[in-house]
Each structure stands twice: as structure tokens, then as C-alpha cells.
């Protein structure tokens, strides 16, 4: 599929946020809601999510003698495997165990009932069997109304989240013209299941998914809440399981954690209404609805087996385990992809994600798979260019991270697959204007647009440089077009005005490092002598304040802010002009500059940290760039000295004022006053908003936090032209929320910048409001 | 089998609005009659002293199945935690009779009541091990929200009653 152009995507998002979007909204922010409170009330969860992650990792190591030794389990009990490379493979396996199995009458259609299983929408079984005339029909009602009308799922746990009770009524009215008009779901319901009862007990063959595979017992666990997948299994004689390779887990003890675990992170149930465990083929005895005046016992198998513990099962039942590859054993070889392998397919990724909660799979996912986590499972079972299609959808906010039951790094392998794209493509002859800019160390002929951002720190510098007239000329017209035809920046969206005077400089004039001690002591000074009893008010700390690209040319206040705030803390200051933490260029998944850019950074504080200087950050996303991406980027001893010496800037002061740091040195509110405060995803995911929430409550403040997902901006996307209107849409729900507050305050640039444009007024940094001398709005 | 366990079982399956009822063994069959809705059909029971009231079908052809209102089987334990209980696939069709009726009756020995989800892969374990190793962990009533609002009764029980033989 080629590459879409950036306005027949605009127009494809645009489409979707109008179609599709409500419904998906609707679903997957109440799941997430619930996923959430669940969590919450789940003493164990974390003690939960690493041992389900211990045991993928263990599983996946070793899935060449689990594929063995589920071989053996399973024909010990009577049925076979089958071990599919791909998908042609497994369709063609599947088609033949349907045509043995078929009706006695070789003239009729074979008939196949089929359980939900996005491994089989993978390799597009329904397609393959019908190709060979055989009758498939899907039981979960979710994608059996997907097959009513034609479409494709949209969601990996609700198929047919995209639809609303109107729209699925107004299908059936028309395809199965009822007496009586379906309008509830309660009616809707009751006809899908008589209608698709009777399909059931007449089908030849049960085709069920796998959530889990237990290899020593060759176990299948199909995890429910209608029951329709234990309907397949136990009604015909012969059932098919489809499931990929990475499905196999050791043993049953193993099988716990999961049970407990994926109904909570999927829909945020406790558990879920049926964990089916088959050891297949069973005894349960064979049903045939043909014979209806024959007792279900009276087959071979029958009750004549007091013991019930036969061990092989009914003699009339047959089995067959088909075990797809399809490109999973190389993502297993893949040590970036494979993570993607401990999926256990909850959907919680895409509950969480406020792109996702806007567009849905149909815009957030490829061929088959949708959400964050499609990135990785569509580049290795349909190949890069399928992820290429969506992967830009992911802004690396890390909702997901916490969500996932299997700690996956979710955010890392959209920027893997976005690093991987960007090389692949096709080198041009380089823009003039651009390459000027980008001192990167990128090959090939990546988006310019991604570029420009992936630079942002020299772009920025240059701007400065030459402000207010840079200023001046971005935003005359003619620039606008010429930046949205060139590098994707929608011209709707307000430019960051960059600054003169830096913050660098700013720092320099006013004195440097030499003044800002004398600050810091004078401030020591009075507060001691105003608390003459308390010696403890000394907090002895030095700090590096770390100039990130914006507050250094762009919103330079909150960089004073900062300043004022240590010095009035007894904090001396330093503000040394440091390199880009690489955060700018990871998001535009442009990790070999991202990679140079964190070891230059770490060598430039070295000494600072050595020296016991605490690095202070005022940019979440920077931070989280060093907390979390420079594990994968620096020496493992190099990134813990950093990650542990360095602080946000209000979890730093909060540390300042519980080690006896005075908070009336500040600007306090109060008590009572009002402050709506949105915080950073990324910061919530490294748990850093509370300690902003506890000092604007110690100085004075009543802060209320925003529960939105995120502010849509994320850094860049928001000004792409693609993306502008999605941004937007997930921007209004998070300024729904804070708008009727007199003050909001948030830490992140972009967040400050997309409420700004939709709120139509300041929205400063929280420093800006606890600075000595207050924020002047 | 503590009072605790039982309290917190009680507690899971009135959040599940599954219903609850604990019996003397002498009793069962009788409470079992004024459960169930008619026509009945069942796997037997394998606790001593009870037995299946006399109109329960036990070995049904598909025709009695499919027409059942109420299948009542023997389940091997319950999680108290969760409200499950554990339906083996046996011979005499435990499974398909748990899952066809619009209404399951599970009864369950008070002494197979334990108390959470890792007591219950102790209990599932051994029962793997002596070769009952195909068991459906059910909670609740079958459920669906895929055509827009939450309905119970999908393809599974839409009403679902536990017994409790008490211990003697
Ligand atoms: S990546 Fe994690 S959260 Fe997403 S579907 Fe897979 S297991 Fe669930």
C-alpha cells in the first residue's frame, strides 16, 4: 500500500473522528475508567504484572521445546498440531480438517462455527475457507456483526466498538427484516443468540482462538463472557484452535497470574465470566442435534466410563492444534520486536490511549491489529509498511505503560518501528532550507517534516538568534504555506514565539552561578532568622537547572520562575548551556541522533553529578527521556547516576520543603484558592504528580486534577497538518475539564500551549505561580 | 472451609446476582425443586446422601437439551474471591448441560469452597493431575455488551444459582 499523503490522511482522520469516533469514545474510555479502579483495588497487581512478564519471557526463550512439548501433550491426548509458517499454511491445514470433517452428504456445504480470534483475522481465514466453499459463521456477537456488515474489527477486545446500538439495529432491520423492529440491545441480543444457536448445533466444525497454551498438558484457555467459545468447542465433533506460537506458556501453575490478570486489564472485571481450560479432545460427550432422540451419553465414549478420567477423551472427538508462525519466530530473534511476543492481547493499550479513544483501530491500526501495540505486531506479521501506515498515532505519551499487564514498552517500539521507517525511505535530494537545520545524524530521505522537529534544539537556536524578526516572518502568510508544504505544519496552529534573550543568557547577565549564591545565602539568612529555634532549615543542596530547548528560547518565564523559586529555597543555581536531551528527536523516532545527543549530555553533567549537584528539570517529557529512554541509550551505570540525581522541578522543591524548607519564602494562595492542574502523561507515568499536587497544596493551594488522557499536542503532533483536527479533538476533552477554573496551571509545554489555544488564555508552569513575586497574568 | 471464606463467597455471587443457598445434604433435593424452572435436565450428583429430584432428565438427548430450561450440575470446587465455580468436562455432559439452559444450577460440597484464585489452581492442579484436566471456570452470568448496552444471557445461563451442601 503506498504511503498516504498528508492530506488524504487529514481527510481519513477527519472522516473517522466524525464516524467512528464517538462510539470508540464512548467504549474505550469507560473500559479504560474501570481498568483504572480495578487496578486500584488490586493489592497484588504489580507483583502480578511482573510474574506474567517473567513468565512471557521465560516461554518466548524457550518456544522451540515448548512447541515440542506441547506437540507431544497434545497427541498423548489424543489430537494433533500442526505448526503453520504462515498464513497460506495454516488456511490450507484448516480448509482440509473442514472438508474431512464435513457433512455426510458430500454435495452439502461444510459448516463452521467459529469463537473470536484475531490470530485467525490475521491470516484471514473466513476468507480462505468460504474461497473453498465452506460456510463460516462467527458466534462472538461483536464480530458477528462485523460480518453482517461487512467490515473489519476495530478494537483487538470489542471488534465492533465503532458501531452504536442505532447503527447495528438499523443493519438488522434491514438484513433480516423482523416482525417487530430490533431497537434495544436486550432485542438485538435475544435474536443473535436463537439465530445463532440453531448455526451452531448444525455445524461441522468448531474453530476457537487460544489466549494461553499450556504445553505440558496441552491445555487451551479461551477466556469469555458470552460463552459462545465454549459453545464451539463442546458442540461439534472435531475443533480446530488457532493460536500463534507465542500463545504457549510452560505449565498450568503458570497460567495463574494471567487468569487473574486479563480480564482486569481488558474491560477492568475482576475475572472474567468464563475462563474455559480444555485439554482437548475432552470428554464431554459429542452433540448431535441430527439425533435428536439419542441420549448426548450414547456415544463410544458415553457414560459406560464410570471414571470420567478417561484421558484421551470422547473417541468420537477430534482434535486439532494449528500453531501459527507467520513471522514470529524472526520478531522473536528480533531483540526490539521481541517484546511484542508477551501481548497478551487486552486491549488495554488502546483503552488507554487518547488517540486511540478518538479515531479508533480503523485510523490506529493496520491490517489487522490496532493501537499501540499494532505498531509491533503488524511490522512483524505484515511487514514495516503496514505499521508505516499508523505508527505516527502513537505520540510516546506512555498511558499505555502503566496499563499493560505485561509491562511491554510500548511507546520504545513505536519509536523502533518509526526509526525503522524513516531509514527505509527512499533518499531525495535534501531541501536547502531544511538541511541547514538539521545537524542530525539520520541517512536516506526521511520526512522533512520529522526532521525539522527531530532538530528542534538548533531550530530553535537560530530563531532566537534572529527574533523577534524569525517571529515576524513565521507568521506572515506565504511562510505559513510554504511551512505546511514543506514540513507538514498546519498553518491553523499558533507558533511558539521564541525569545531574544535566553534563558542561558538571562542567567549569565544577571550574575551567573557567582550571584545566584549570594541569593541562595541571603534567603538561608532570613529564614533562619526568621525561625531562630530551627537549624534544620539548611538544606545544603546545589542545583543544575536543565535548559531544555523550550524553556531556554521560548518560555523563558518559567526558567526565571524556577531560578527564583530554589534561591528563595536556599538552592544556589546554575544554569550551563547544555545539549538537547534527545527527547525531540526520539519522538520523531530518530534514535542514532537521539543516542549521541544523551551521551553528550550525560558527559557535559558528569561532573556536576560527581560533584553531588542536583540535575533540576523542568520539562516532564526531558525528564522522562532521561528516567526512561536512557536505560536503552547510555551505560547501565551512566543512566542510573543520572536518573538518579536528577528531579522535576516541583517534585524538587517538594523535597526542599519536607527537609524543612520554608514555604511563606514563596507565593502562597490561601488556602481555599482554586487551582486546576493539568500534569504531564509522561509524568504521570514516572508518578511525578503528586508531589506537584502536595506543594500546591502546602503553599496555599487547592489544586484539582485533570483525569483527560492527555492534551492531544504531545510535542509535535499537534502541529502537523495530518494531525491538527485529532489533536484538537482530544485537546477539547482535557480543556472541558479545566475550563470554568479561574487559574489552570500544567508542566508540560505543550500542554501549556494547547490549553492556551483552546482556553484563550495563560496557562503557566505551576513554578510560575509558587515564584517569590507571584505570576503576573 | 472457613465461616470467612463462605461470608466472602456469599458476598462475590450477590455482586454477580447469582444466587446463593446453602443446604443441608437431607435438603438438597428438595430446595433444588423449588429452584429450578422447568423442563430440567442434569448431571448427577456425586455427594453422599444427595441426589437429583426425581423430574431432573440426567443423560438427555439433544432435543431434551436443547428444550431445557434448567440444567443442574455438580461442580468440583468454587472460588470464594471470585464467585466461580469449577465445571468439568465429563462424560455425562456436565459441560453442555451447564451451558446450553437459560439457567445453571451448580451445586458445590461447603468443603470444595476455597478460598481464592491460587487455592483454585491447587485444587485445578490436582484435578489435572488424577486426569480431570478440562474444567471451565465460570462466574457469573453469561454476558455481552456487543450490541451497545450490557445484556446477561448470551450464549450462556442468563440466571445462574449456587447450592452449598453444608458440611456435616
Ligand atoms: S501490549 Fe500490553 S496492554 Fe497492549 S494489548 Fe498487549 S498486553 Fe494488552
Redesign the interface.
Known amino acids: 500500500m503506498a504511503q498516504r499523503t498528508r492530506s488524504e490522511q487529514a481527510d481519513r482522520i477527519r472522516h473517522l473522528l466524525e464516524t467512528e469516533g464517538p462510539a470508540i469514545h464512548a467504549h474505550a474510555s469507560a473500559s479504560n475508567a474501570r481498568r483504572k479502579e480495578t487496578y486500584g483495588g488490586t493489592d497484588d497487581l504489580e507483583s502480578l504484572r511482573t510474574d506474567a512478564r517473567a513468565i512471557k519471557e521465560d516461554a518466548i526463550d524457550r518456544l522451540p521445546e515448548l512447541i515440542e512439548t506441547v506437540r507431544e501433550a497434545v497427541e498423548a491426548n489424543g489430537g494433533t498440531v500442526y505448526v503453520a509458517d504462515d498464513a497460506a499454511d495454516a488456511n490450507a491445514y484448516v480448509a482440509d480438517v473442514v472438508e474431512q470433517n464435513g457433512p455426510a452428504d458430500e454435495t452439502a456445504e461444510p459448516s463452521v462455527v467459529k469463537s473470536k480470534s484475531m490470530t485467525t483475522e490475521e491470516i484471514d481465514l473466513n476468507d480462505a475457507l468460504e474461497g473453498e466453499g465452506i460456510d463460516v459463521t462467527e458466534t462472538d456477537l461483536g464480530e458477528w456483526v462485523l460480518q453482517v456488515a461487512d467490515d473489519t474489527p476495530s478494537h483487538i477486545v470489542g471488534p465492533a466498538m465503532h458501531i452504536s446500538r442505532p447503527e447495528i439495529a438499523d443493519l438488522f432491520n434491514e438484513r433480516f427484516d423482523p416482525d417487530d423492529r430490533f431497537e434495544t440491545a436486550e432485542e438485538l441480543t435475544r435474536f443473535a443468540r436463537d439465530h445463532l444457536g440453531e448455526i451452531i448445533t448444525g455445524a461441522d466444525v468448531g474453530i476457537t482462538g487460544a489466549n494461553f497454551v499450556v504445553a505440558d498438558s496441552g491445555t487451551i484457555a479461551l477466556v469469555t463472557n458470552e460463552g459462545n467459545a465454549r459453545k464451539c468447542a463442546v458442540t461439534p465433533d472435531t475443533h480446530v484452535a488457532v493460536a500463534g506460537i507465542e500463545k504457549l506458556i510452560p505449565t498450568l501453575s503458570d497460567l495463574e497470574p494471567f487468569v487473574d490478570i486479563i480480564a482486569k486489564s481488558a474491560t477492568g472485571q475482576p475475572i472474567s465470566q468464563y475462563v474455559t481450560m480444555l485439554s482437548p479432545p475432552t470428554d464431554s460427550p459429542t452433540l448431535d442435534f441430527d439425533a435428536p432422540d439419542e441420549p448426548i451419553t450414547a456415544g463410544e465414549g458415553g457414560a459406560a466410563d464410570e471414571t470420567g478420567a478417561s484421558g484421551t477423551g470422547d473417541p468420537d472427538r477430534d482434535f486439532h492444534l494449528v500453531l501459527l508462525d507467520n513471522g514470529r519466530t524472526d520478531m522473536r530473534e528480533d531483540d526490539q520486536l521481541r517484546e511484542t511476543l508477551y501481548c497478551i492481547r487486552c486491549g488495554a493499550c488502546s483503552n488507554s490511549c487518547a488517540n486511540f479513544q478518538s479515531v479508533g483501530g480503523h485510523g490506529f491500526g493496520g491490517e489487522t491489529y490496532s493501537g499501540g501495540i499494532a505498531t509491533g505486531w503488524e511490522a512483524g506479521v505484515h511487514g514495516q509498511e503496514s505499521a508505516a501506515e499508523f505508527n505516527d498515532l502513537c505520540t510516546g505519551c506512555t498511558n499505555c505503560v502503566d496499563a499493560c499487564p505485561v509491562k511491554i514498552d510500548i511507546p520504545w517500539i513505536n519509536t523502533v518501528v518509526r526509526d525503522r521507517v524513516n531509514r527505509s525511505a527512499e533518499s531525495e535530494p535534501h531541501d536547502f532550507l531544511v538541511d541547514g537545520l538539521t545537524p542530525d545524524v539520520e541517512e536516506g530521505g526521511m520526512d522533512l517534516g520529522k526532521r525539522f522537529f527531530g532538530n528542534i534544539g538548533t531550530v530553535a537556536q537560530a530563531a532566537s538568534a534572529t527574533a523577534p524578526v524569525s517571529n515576524w516572518l513565521a507568521d506572515a502568510g506565504p511562510v505559513r504555506a510554504v511551512l505546511e508544504r514543506t514540513l507538514g505544519i498546519d498553518r491553523r496552529r499558533d507558533l511558539p514565539s521564541f525569545q531574544r534573550e535566553s534563558l542561558v543568557d538571562w542567567f549569565e547577565t544577571r550574575g551567573g552561578e557567582a550571584a545566584s549564591r549570594k541569593r541562595a545565602a541571603a534567603s538561608s539568612e532570613r529564614a533562619a532568622q526568621a525561625d531562630a529555634r530551627d537549624d534544620g532549615a539548611d538544606v545544603d543542596r546545589e542545583a543544575v537547572l536543565y535548559p531544555d530547548v523550550y524553556t531556554n528560547y521560548v518560555d523563558v518565564d518559567r526558567g526565571k520562575a524556577a531560578v527564583r523559586t530554589l534561591e528563595a529555597l536556599g538552592v544556589p543555581v546554575r544554569v550551563p548551556d547544555l545539549p538537547e536531551s534527545g527527547r525531540a528527536a526520539l519522538s520523531q523516532g530518530m534514535i542514532a541522533t537521539a543516542d549521541r545527543q544523551a551521551s553528550r549530555l550525560y558527559a557535559a553533567l558528569a561532573e556536576d553529578l560527581d560533584a553531588g549537584r542536583d540535575v533540576v528539570v523542568i520539562e516532564p517529557s526531558d525528564l522522562a527521556a532521561m528516567h526512561r529512554e536512557y536505560e536503552r541509550l547510555l551505560p547501565e551505570g551512566s543512566y542510573e547516576r543520572l536518573r538518579d540525581g536528577s528531579y522535576e522541578i516541583c517534585e524538587y522543591v517538594y523535597g526542599l520543603l519536607e527537609n524543612g524548607a520554608d514555604p511563606d519564602a514563596l507565593s502562597t494562595g490561601d488556602g481555599s484558592q482554586p487551582v486546576a492542574y493539568h500534569s504531564h502523561c509522561q509524568q504521570r507515568t514516572l508518578d511525578l504528580e503528586a508531589p506537584t499536587v502536595a506543594v500546591l497544596e502546602s503553599c496555599g493551594y487547592a489544586p484539582e486534577t485533570s483525569n483527560a488522557e492527555c492534551c492531544g499536542m504531545a510535542g509535535s503532533f499537534g502541529y502537523k497538518q495530518e494531525y491538527y483536527e485529532l489533536s484538537i479533538d482530544v485537546g477539547e476533552r482535557l480543556a472541558g475539564q479545566v475550563e470554568d477554573a479561574e487559574t489552570v496551571v500544567a508542566s508540560g509545554t505543550s500542554c501549556g500551549d494547547q490549553l492556551e489555544t483552546l482556553l484563550e488564555r495563560d496557562v503557566p508552569h505551576p513554578i510560575e505561580l509558587l515564584a517569590p513575586g507571584g505570576y503576573r497574568t | 472451609m472457613t465461616v470467612d471464606t463462605l461470608c466472602r463467597f456469599e458476598r462475590a455471587l450477590e455482586g454477580l446476582e447469582v444466587g446463593f443457598e446453602r443446604v443441608a445434604a437431607a435438603e438438597a433435593s428438595e430446595r433444588i425443586e423449588t429452584i429450578v424452572e422447568e423442563p430440567t435436565v442434569g448431571a448427577s450428583l456425586p455427594f453422599e446422601g444427595v441426589s437429583l429430584p426425581d423430574d431432573v432428565t440426567t443423560?438427555?438427548?439433544?432435543?431434551e437439551?436443547?428444550a431445557a430450561r434448567t440444567g443442574v450440575t455438580p461442580v468440583s470446587f468454587a472460588i470464594a474471591e471470585?464467585g466461580?465455580v469449577a465445571v468439568?468436562?465429563?462424560?455425562?455432559?456436565?459441560?453442555?448441560i451447564s451451558?446450553?439452559p437459560d439457567r445453571h444450577v451448580a451445586v458445590v460440597a461447603e468443603s470444595d469452597v476455597v478460598p481464592d484464585?491460587?487455592a483454585g489452581?491447587t485444587r485445578?492442579?490436582e484435578g489435572?493431575d488424577?486426569?480431570?484436566?478440562?474444567?471451565?471456570?465460570?462466574?457469573?452470568?453469561?454476558?455481552?455488551?456487543?450490541?451497545?448496552?450490557?445484556?446477561h444471557?448470551?450464549?450462556?445461563?442468563g440466571d445462574v444459582d449456587v447450592i452449598v451442601l453444608e458440611d456435616r
Open positions: 443423560e438427555p438427548t439433544t432435543a437439551l436443547e471470585y466461580t468439568e468436562s465429563t462424560a455425562d455432559g456436565a459441560e453442555p451451558l446450553y484464585l491460587s489452581f485445578l492442579a489435572f488424577a486426569g480431570r484436566d478440562s474444567v471451565v471456570f465460570a462466574t457469573g452470568r453469561s454476558a455481552t455488551a456487543d450490541m451497545g448496552d450490557l445484556v444471557g448470551v450464549h450462556g445461563p
